[in-house]
């Protein structure tokens, strides 16, 4: 079983800056893409950025030019860089890894993170 443990979340006013964490554990082989998404109260689930293993990133229109998504392969661990946050990126954060084998021929697999709450006050 492959679980995703997401950190970094909390409260921050507009302006500033947070760095959130995600961390995949369990039997992994390897994971094709990570991502985060986040959903904010009465919205769908949207796809913030998202970075395959061989680290090409792509990123929603809100959070180009402010965030920055990177991955160490290594640690199965993928990170988002925030800033100069906004109220309206006030939402539970989510991690995605995506094609998760646990062995090379393995069927692959997607899992989800819990989610971690940003709160960005005006």
């Known amino acids: 079983q492959v679980q995703l443990d997401e950190s970094g979340g909390g409260l921050v006013q507009a302006g500033g800056s947070l760095r959130l964490s995600c961390a995949a554990s369990g039997s992994i082989f390897s994971i094709n893409a990570m991502g985060w998404y986040r959903q904010a109260p009465g919205d769908q689930r949207e796809l913030v950025a998202s970075?395959?293993?061989?680290?090409?990133?792509d990123y929603a229109d809100s959070a180009k030019g402010r965030f920055t998504i990177s991955r160490d392969n290594a640690k199965n661990t993928v990170y988002l860089q925030m800033n100069s946050l906004k109220p309206e990126d006030t939402a539970i954060y989510y991690c995605?890894?995506?094609?998760?084998?646990?062995?090379?021929?393995?069927?692959?697999?997607?899992?989800w993170g819990r989610g971690t709450l940003v709160t960005v006050s005006s």
């Open positions: 995605k890894g995506e094609g998760v084998r646990y062995y090379r021929f393995a069927n692959s697999q997607n899992y």
């Open positions: 970075i395959t293993s061989g680290g090409s990133a």
